[in-house]
């Protein structure tokens, strides 16, 4: 009687809904999302750069920030951007923003409109939009000759010199460093070959994970002087600026699914031999 309860809970256990794993894994995702859950990362040393870097900036330097990126690459890039706009904000660094990508623009307004109150800082004063541009590199040359010339207004269509911080700004050699978050073409592989060599003004910025690894050659030349890759470079700079975020959050549960991930192999392993040892 024992081995026939125990051949019908191991044919139970073989036969699982799927729809059981789906939602233990939406309870791993959403868990750390809600509870604010979060684990200590070691820092890796192109984060930890980039961090350096912004730090070394004087109070009331400019710095040229490019959205270049999507809402597809959302998950990996916007957290980053929180983060560094967050860090520039509290070193009191003014942000001038623009895209080569059509999408970047909102998604960097939303950064902005969700931190510029913590930090009491003043469109136009502070940091400004300066949207979309078309023509890629040659959008990268024409700011290093003239700014205004490229941007002749901001996304709302305010007028250049109408824009108080704007005012004193003729080309990129007014800008300290130029922070590109990117998702792909045109981004920071583009604004690396376009300004670095000729301008000399540090790059830094952001990109997908899949894309790191073809950023890391320019980071051993001293081209670029920080990278964030992914989520999880996301989830570093947030731990070194003390704001934890999307990135933290995202990482907690991306862990747990992998450790669930690796549990359900573990079992279906085990369920398998049992099975096939009650039928022999």
């Known amino acids: 009687m024992a081995t026939r309860q125990g051949k019908d809970i191991i044919f139970k256990l073989s036969r699982i809904d799927r729809r059981c794993i789906y939602i233990v894994i939406l309870i791993c995702v959403i868990v750390p999302l809600v509870t604010g859950v979060r684990m200590e990362m070691s820092v890796t040393s192109p984060v930890r750069t980039l961090y350096e870097a912004i730090e070394k900036l004087q109070p009331g330097s400019y710095v040229w920030l490019a959205a270049d990126y999507d809402p597809g690459s959302m998950p990996e890039l916007f957290p980053m951007n929180v983060a560094i706009v967050e860090h520039l904000f509290s070193r009191d660094i003014k942000i001038i923003c623009g895209a080569l990508w059509a999408p970047g623009p909102p998604l960097a307004q939303r950064v902005f409109d969700e931190l510029a109150p913590k930090y009491g800082k003043v469109y136009g004063v502070d940091y400004v939009n300066l949207g979309f541009k078309e023509g890629r590199e040659a959008v990268m040359v024409s700011l290093a000759e003239d700014m205004k010339a490229t941007f002749p207004q901001d996304f709302l269509s305010t007028p250049w010199d109408s824009i108080p911080m704007l005012r004193h700004m003729s080309n990129l050699n007014d800008v300290k460093m130029i922070i590109c978050i990117s998702a792909g073409y045109p981004g920071i592989k583009e604004w690396l070959q376009q300004i670095s060599t000729r301008y000399k003004i540090p790059i830094g910025g952001g990109v997908t994970a899949v894309s ?47 450790v669930m991930v690796v549990g359900f192999i573990i079992f279906a392993n085990i369920v398998f031999f049992l099975e096939k040892r009650s039928k022999r």
């Open 212 to 258: 790191g690894p073809e950023m890391y050659p320019y980071i051993q030349s001293g081209q670029l002087v920080g990278l964030l890759a992914g989520m999880k470079g996301a989830a570093e700079y947030e731990q070194l600026v003390g704001h934890p975020g999307l990135g933290l959050a995202g990482m907690v549960a991306q862990s747990y699914v992998h």
